[in-house]
């Protein structure tokens, strides 16, 4: 094999359906400079099996078994293994399109980071394509220009590690934050993002996103997610402002606080406070989102959307007390409601 240019990481676990769907899609590349890092995570079922199969017919493939630790785990043991000059992360129950490492390892010239588009599907129909409108190379000064050109509504290009390949030498010391089971994806692309001085963009789906129900992604009500975002908001409010300093005229940057982190995710709690009664409320909490949003200093009662008026207000009137009153009252009668129905 020649030198490896390229390390895939798969984190593995209880995938048994969809493990060799996954593999054969890279082994149907064109591509072949690569190595493959099965990082089984403490699987129950067949899935070992189904890595050693693939490890012991392929020099390729490596596997490592490992306890359960949970997929930022996984993917921080890929990279201590990684030999690869680029790194791309790939789910086991998701799949490359065909000739995706050719269309991604022919055009990177020396770039931090490769950004290509997927395709979503659910129950095996595709719903939606998410891709960059261009394929060019921003470097040096023109580096602001990838974001204000690719950052899109809620982040969706950026926010996932896998369509992306990462130059193993910017990748660091920069892991997975393992204390998170939500949005720690996000918050590795965007840090790696902050260090880059080059990125590529590539106007093509390589890979395939197959779309399931029940992660807790699609869990957003409930108090363990809220607890995850408590932990989350902070971390991602700092790799913000390192990317706020390296694009500081860049509308879409210096709009993501206020669009993205309140917008998205401090509105998304409030919204949980606002119609279910849960234990989360607490001034304490309370305090801390409007700690938050009093960073945005040009945060006003319509500078968001319609439906977050009345939150805003709350906010507006800056008291925490006030405001978990409030909540409960309308959480309650909420629940009122749907009970009726």
Same mark, same amino acid.
């Given at each position: 094999?020649?030198?490896?240019?390229?390390?895939i990481?798969?984190?593995?676990?209880?995938v048994?359906?969809?493990?060799?769907?996954?593999?054969?899609?890279?082994?149907? @590349?064109d591509?072949?400079?690569?190595?493959?890092?099965?990082?089984?995570?403490?699987?129950?079922?067949?899935?070992?099996?189904?890595?050693d199969?693939?490890?012991?017919? =392929?020099?390729?493939?490596?596997?490592?078994?490992?306890?359960?630790?949970?997929?930022?785990?996984?993917?921080n043991?890929?990279?201590?293994?990684?030999?690869?000059?680029?790194?791309?992360?790939?789910?086991?129950?998701?799949?490359?399109?065909?000739?995706? $490492?050719?269309?991604?390892?022919?055009?990177?010239?020396?770039?931090?980071?490769?950004?290509a588009?997927?395709?979503?599907f659910m129950?095996?129909?595709?719903?939606?394509?998410?891709?960059?409108?261009?394929?060019?190379?921003y470097? +040096?000064?023109?580096?602001?220009?990838?974001?204000?050109?690719?950052?899109?509504?809620?982040?969706?290009?950026? =926010?996932?590690?896998?369509?992306?390949l990462?130059?193993?030498?910017?990748?660091?010391?920069?892991r997975f934050?393992? +204390?998170?089971?939500?949005?720690?994806?996000?918050?590795f692309?965007?840090?790696?993002?902050s260090?880059?001085?080059?990125?590529?963009?590539?106007?093509?789906?390589?890979?395939?996103?197959?779309?399931?129900?029940?992660?807790?992604?699609?869990?957003?009500?409930?108090?363990?997610?809220?607890?995850?975002?408590?932990?989350?908001?902070?971390?991602?409010?700092?790799?913000?402002?390192?990317?706020?300093?390296?694009?500081?005229?860049?509308?879409?940057?210096?709009?993501?606080?206020?669009?993205? $982190?309140?917008?998205?995710y401090?509105?998304?709690?409030?919204?949980?406070?606002?119609t279910?009664?849960?234990?989360?409320?607490?001034?304490?909490?309370v +305090?801390?989102?409007?700690?938050?949003?009093?960073?945005?200093?040009?945060?006003?009662?319509?500078?968001?959307?319609?439906g @977050?008026?009345?939150?805003?207000?709350?906010?507006?009137?800056?008291?925490?007390r006030?405001?978990v009153?409030?909540?409960?009252?309308?959480?309650?009668?909420? +629940?009122?409601?749907?009970?009726?129905?």
């Amino acid at each position: 094999m020649d030198k490896c240019r390229l390390s895939i990481i798969i984190p593995v676990y209880n995938v048994e359906e969809y493990l060799d769907r996954c593999l054969s899609s890279i082994l149907d @590349q064109d591509f072949s400079s690569y190595e493959v890092i099965l990082v089984d995570d403490g699987s129950t079922d067949s899935s070992p099996l189904i890595c050693d199969r693939y490890s012991a017919t =392929d020099p390729r493939f490596r596997t490592l078994h490992k306890p359960n630790g949970g997929v930022s785990s996984a993917r921080n043991a890929g990279l201590g293994l990684a030999k690869g000059e680029y790194i791309m992360f790939l789910d086991s129950d998701d799949a490359l399109l065909p000739y995706a $490492l050719v269309d991604m390892m022919d055009v990177v010239a020396g770039e931090d980071m490769v950004v290509a588009g997927y395709a979503a599907f659910m129950g095996g129909v595709p719903v939606k394509a998410v891709r960059p409108r261009a394929t060019h190379s921003y470097k +040096s000064t023109d580096y602001p220009r990838f974001f204000q050109e690719n950052i899109r509504r809620n982040c969706e290009m950026l =926010d996932a590690p896998w369509a992306k390949l990462f130059r193993r030498k910017i990748i660091g010391d920069t892991r997975f934050n393992e +204390s998170l089971s939500y949005a720690e994806d996000k918050l590795f692309v965007f840090a790696v993002m902050s260090k880059c001085s080059s990125i590529k963009t590539v106007a093509g789906d390589v890979y395939a996103y197959y779309m399931r129900p029940g992660s807790l992604g699609s869990d957003t009500s409930s108090d363990k997610h809220l607890q995850q975002l408590y932990v989350f908001l902070p971390l991602y409010a700092e790799v913000l402002e390192r990317i706020v300093e390296r694009c500081p005229n860049t509308p879409k940057v210096t709009s993501l606080y206020r669009r993205d $982190l309140i917008g998205r995710y401090i509105c998304r709690m409030l919204n949980v406070y606002l119609t279910r009664r849960t234990k989360m409320l607490s001034c304490e909490n309370v +305090s801390f989102l409007y700690e938050m949003m009093s960073a945005d200093s040009g945060l006003g009662m319509f500078s968001l959307r319609a439906g @977050q008026v009345f939150n805003l207000l709350l906010y507006k009137i800056g008291k925490p007390r006030f405001t978990v009153a409030v909540y409960k009252f309308t959480a309650l009668v909420s +629940s009122i409601f749907r009970r009726k129905k």
